[in-house]
């Protein structure tokens, strides 16, 4: 536990989760929780950025990130949730940071570039249809961390360039005010173990790959049945390569104990497991796995207004803690007020 020591991190409102977000994201959340103060956020200006004519769903979508942030076992008693909209200091910083910010350090971002690349071209003159809001969403991200005074975020390798920037931002602010506000925000990489989809390729809510938190019992049994295996095997007796089982064996690995995945392992090698009742043992262990996550979803969709109350006192504390920041921020520009 480093004492004292806040973390902060977010995730858009795309709706529900899968497992690739529970793997990849959400089990770091829950073990973080317990050693540092957290800040957990649904990152629903972010998500203005892309998709700011394709809102019908936005509000839901925040529900049913938190619901499955609960599920996961993200404590709102450990830790601070909130919505982003709902703490407006942030894009007040933001509109702060974005007149110090040098135009090529947001051009410079290498994700940023990557993700104009993916934004929809306008097909009438075939120019990346990208808004002044999109542009300066890496700005955005810097309000999102200098506003609490983290000390780390936990990203993955591709993400580290923001942090960089508002690292930039933050020095640049205190040498431009001569104070000492920010901190410097340390990235803190996270070996994320990547839980393919379906088929073998990333997992995607819009490849129809995935295998959601809140799916049924059922749901998840059906899908399971069509994950890919050994693809060189082709009777079930013959010798099966659990290192080229790329999708099913690697569940295994991620839901199995490990006297079972031993035993997978080995009854594969020997051709003596066939495929299908594979597939068949793992659905069994993967809902196993996920039922007490899925019963404290079903509860919180039951008892909805106390979603609503964690993420309004979660809010509430973001609030209080961002307007000091941001008082501060005021006096150092020599705001009026
Ligand atoms: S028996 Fe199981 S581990 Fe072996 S190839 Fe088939 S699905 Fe994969």
Redesign the pocket.
């Known amino acids: 536990m480093e004492q004292g020591k806040r973390i902060m991190s977010g995730m858009r409102p795309t709706g529900k989760l899968h497992l690739g977000h529970y793997f990849g994201v959400l089990t770091n959340w829950v073990k973080l929780q317990n050693d540092y103060e957290c800040f957990f956020f649904v990152a629903d200006w972010h998500a203005l950025t892309t998709k700011f004519d394709k809102t019908d769903d936005l509000q839901q979508n925040c529900l049913d990130v938190v619901l499955d942030w609960l599920a996961a076992g993200i404590d709102p008693e450990k830790c601070v949730i909130y919505v982003q909209s709902q703490v407006p200091q942030i894009a007040q910083l933001h509109v702060y940071l974005s007149m110090i910010t040098p135009n090529n350090w947001v051009e410079r971002d290498p994700t940023l570039k990557d993700l104009v690349k993916m934004v929809k071209t306008d097909e009438s003159n075939n120019k990346p249809d990208v808004s002044y809001g999109f542009l300066g969403y890496p700005v955005l991200m810097a309000a999102d961390i200098m506003m609490f005074n983290v000390d780390y975020v936990p990203v993955g390798i591709d993400q580290v360039a923001h942090i960089e920037i508002a690292r930039d931002i933050a020095r640049r602010f205190n040498n431009i005010y001569k104070v000492d506000l920010f901190k410097e925000a340390q990235p803190k990489l996270t070996q994320i173990p990547l839980l393919k989809g379906l088929d073998g390729q990333k997992m995607g809510k819009s490849f129809h790959n995935d295998i959601k938190i809140s799916d049924d019992e059922e749901t998840t049994a059906k899908k399971i049945m069509q994950?890919i295996?050994?693809r060189s095997?082709a009777r079930?007796d013959d010798p099966?390569?659990?290192d080229?089982?790329e999708v099913?064996?690697s569940y295994?690995e991620a839901f199995g104990d490990k006297e079972t995945i031993e035993t997978?392992?080995a009854?594969?090698c020997a051709g003596k497991?066939?495929?299908v009742?594979?597939?068949r043992q793992?659905a069994c262990a993967v809902n196993d796995y996920l039922r007490p996550l899925r019963e404290r979803r079903k509860y919180y969709e039951n008892h909805i207004d106390e979603v609503r109350e964690i993420i309004a006192k979660g809010s509430e504390k973001a609030r209080i803690e961002a307007q000091k920041v941001l008082e501060q921020v005021q006096d150092a520009v020599k705001m009026y007020r």
């Open positions: 994950a295996t050994d095997r079930k099966g390569h659990p080229k089982c099913a064996f295994w997978v392992k009854e594969c497991r066939g495929c009742e594979c597939k793992l």
